[in-house]
Nanobody
């Protein structure tokens, strides 16, 4: 059984930083594309960042709104993905989800339960 468990969310002041973690069991994350998504109240879920499988070169992608401030990474020894978020602003307030899919698949098939990030201004 595959499980993704996010952690690291919380309350932070504007301009602060948080690091989210996505710990996996039942699946080797290095063989997967990993995505971070977020959903703010009243809004649709949106893509934040992704990293491709090691077979695809572990390429990273970012939404324009977070480029230069967020960094996605993956620790293969811990089977965990991370999202380092710096210079947080109030618009980053949302529930953040990680998801995984086999490299090259069209959709993410496993999702975590989400972790709340709240940025106070």
């Amino acid at each position: 059984q595959v499980q993704l468990v996010e952690s690291g969310g919380g309350l932070v002041q504007a301009g602060g930083s948080l690091r989210l973690s996505c710990a996996a069991s039942g699946r080797t994350l290095s063989n997967n594309d990993i995505g971070w998504f977020r959903q703010a109240p009243g809004k649709e879920r949106e893509f934040v960042s992704g990293i491709s499988s090691r077979w695809s070169g572990a390429r990273t992608r970012y939404a324009d709104s977070v480029k230069g401030r967020f960094t996605i990474s993956r620790d293969n020894t811990r089977n965990t993905a991370y999202l380092q978020m710096n210079s947080l602003q109030s618009e980053a307030t949302a529930v953040y989800y990680c998801a995984s899919r086999w490299g090259g698949a069209s959709s993410y098939d496993y999702w975590g339960q989400g972790t709340q990030v709240t940025v106070s201004s």
